[in-house]
């Protein structure tokens, strides 16, 4: 047996089942690539769900851990730190919100923004004791809590999982009638996906998130942008609001704001809804340490710094045209803005994992979402050579 089929074996008899990876055991990652352990080197069209949009191990974000790794790693909201002002800073500078507040995970900056919207809704829009509601999309997708789980559409998410807390509206993804249908005047929220990831790059139509945003500001409903996936330069703009031109009140961001090495999310607000949370009423040991401030400050400079939300834009037009030139019966769409892209597979062609595990022969990896679809999203210091070997190597497998 060699030492990942051992490595697979534990894993099956040791963990809980709840992911069911490709069989590639990954011990190195340095830039857009990984290596197995067997020393075999993969493109990452992955990314860890857009986690390490800034290539894997980056050298600036490592030497920026490791130094404050060596100074002071936890203090607890108890105390300051001397790292939390500047990333504030920072994170004001480059999105232009006016509050921020940190957290560990994506998920728990949607419960994090949640609790807030409901608490603003009660405090300042008025709305009667426990009887707020937020708008959610079908086919969402915000993370795995209990709060969150409870107003997902895919059984897989929720089935088994109940009770669930009340106090959601789920309406269909780009239908701007049946959102404006949707808001009551308990509404105190919309939150939304700009482009929706799990559920295979979904892109609403044109009008649509314009409409949203007026349609808010209209019934003063707070926007909550989930830009977990698709912010810091995913899909070619710091943000995917930008390319709608709006602006959300409160926007999620998580994943790449670490660049990989570490948890950090955070709910950015312009709006006065994280004025409602007064001290005591929401917190988190973690949130805002001083190791996880180092490296989110590190993430975001070398994420502007290196040019790589203008490298997304350009790669992913090289990439959308590379693989809308694949002639093949199994593709029934492409679609993607910048590197956040995905070829929806004909029903008929038997699922996409098969796809996925040519892919990894031929030294690619990526993830098949929802069956039919192959979600590709390299870290965006992909080069104009290796999104084109991409696409080579796509094209021969489809
Ligand atoms: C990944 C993701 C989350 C959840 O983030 P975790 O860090 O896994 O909790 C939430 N929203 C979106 C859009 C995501 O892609």
Redesign the pocket.
Known sequence: MTRASDLIATEHRLGAHNYKPLDVVLTRGEGVHVWDTEGKRYLDCLSA?SAVNQGHCHPKIREAMIEQAGKLTLTSRAFRNDQLAHLYEELAALTGSHKILPMN???EA?ETAIKAVRKWGYEVKGVAENQAEIIVCADN????TMGIVGFSTDPDARTGFGPFAPGFRVVPFGDLKAFEAAITPNTVAALI?PIQ??AGVIIPPKGYLPGVRALCTQHNVTLIL?E??TGLGRTGKLLAEEHEGIEADVTLI??ALSGGFY?V?AVLSNSEVLGVLKPGQHGSTFGGNPLACAVARAALKVLTEEGMIENSARMGERFLEGLRSIRSNVVKEVRGRGLMLAIELDPAAGGARPYCYQLKDRGLLAKDTHEHTIRLAPPLIITPDQVDWAVEQIAAVL
């Open positions: 769900y995970s994506g998920a949607v997708f915000h993370g795995r996906e990831g799990e989930d977990i996936q998580g994943k948890p999310s």
